[in-house]
């Protein structure tokens, strides 16, 4: 019984070899459409990425600012708070 399933295994690869040529020639067409379209895509790339970017570094500073000051007071009480809590576990259980 072992034979015959190993005959219909070895007999599958060869009809799948048959086919593989017969796919390859479908994929190549497809490649060459899309190298066309992608030529006028990268010219009105750059004109949107320039507008945008003047407006985005001034209001990003104003917020970076701010939220900076305020991170680091309270960031000291929570570090302190934790490392004792931290330590109070592995103490317990040693």
């Known amino acids: 019984v072992t034979m015959v399933l190993l005959s219909s295994t070895s007999a599958s690869p060869s009809p799948s070899l048959s086919l593989a040529p017969v796919e390859t020639p479908s994929p190549p067409p497809p490649l ?3 190298s ?4 006028p895509l990268s010219p009105p790339l750059p004109p949107t990425p320039s507008l ?3 407006p985005t570094p001034s209001p990003l500073r104003p917020y970076a600012s701010p939220r900076l000051s305020p991170a680091p007071a309270p960031s000291p009480a929570p570090s302190s708070a934790l490392s004792p809590a931290m330590l109070a576990p592995p103490t317990t259980a040693t």
């Open 52 to 54: 945008p970017l003047p």
């Open 32 to 34: 060459r459409p899309p």
């Open 36 to 39: 066309p379209p992608l030529r």
